[in-house]
């Protein structure tokens, strides 16, 4: 009967541990979502503004995605078409809202093909529309393993002909 009853209290501890651990990481799993919704919402309003502005001064009938650029200034980027039906691609900056249809400019896909036929030992990590220099470009962020560590490098497409502008090349990283 004491063994029975020995197990009987184990198990209860085992149960009652078990559900103080859980409850601790619904706890921690709460703060911690807390915390990251507290530290998006002013990118999450940024956003929201930078669309709403789009709706107010482009012919933007519907948003399919969204990004955001960080160069010398920093631009919301938001894809989606116009009232005619025709995908665009617009540039909200602080100082500047600029529209590119999508038709009239080189793709993200021609340009993701470009930069792997002719750089085939990168990791491409992303491609985004951007503003360099004042001209409106593809900016392809990769990097490269080297000798010495990884390289990270920007390289600049021009967004009407996919032309290559330039390469800015980081330090190696061990």
Not at 9 to 28: A, D, G, Q, V
Not at 53 to 59: G, I, K, L, P
């Amino acid at each position: 009967m004491t063994r029975d009853y020995e197990r009987t209290l184990k198990n209860k501890r085992i149960i009652k541990y078990s559900l103080l651990i859980f409850l601790l990481l619904i706890i921690i799993f709460i703060v911690l979502r807390w915390y990251y919704l507290t530290i998006q919402n002013p990118l999450r309003i940024e956003v929201k503004e930078a669309v709403a502005r789009a709706y107010d001064e482009t012919s933007l009938k519907e948003v399919t995605d969204t990004e955001t650029f960080i160069g010398d200034e920093s631009y919301t980027i938001i894809y989606g078409k116009d009232k005619e039906d025709q995908e665009i691609i617009i540039w909200i900056g602080e100082t500047e809202v600029h529209t590119e249809l999508a038709s009239e400019g080189v793709s993200k896909e021609a340009v993701e093909r470009l930069i792997l036929n002719t750089k085939t030992d990168i990791e491409l990590l992303r491609i985004t529309p951007a503003k360099w220099t004042d001209e409106w470009v593809w900016e392809v962020f990769y990097k490269r393993d080297e000798e010495k560590g990884t390289r990270h490098y920007y390289d600049f497409y021009r967004f009407a002909d996919g032309e290559w502008l330039e390469t800015y090349t980081m330090s190696i990283m061990r």
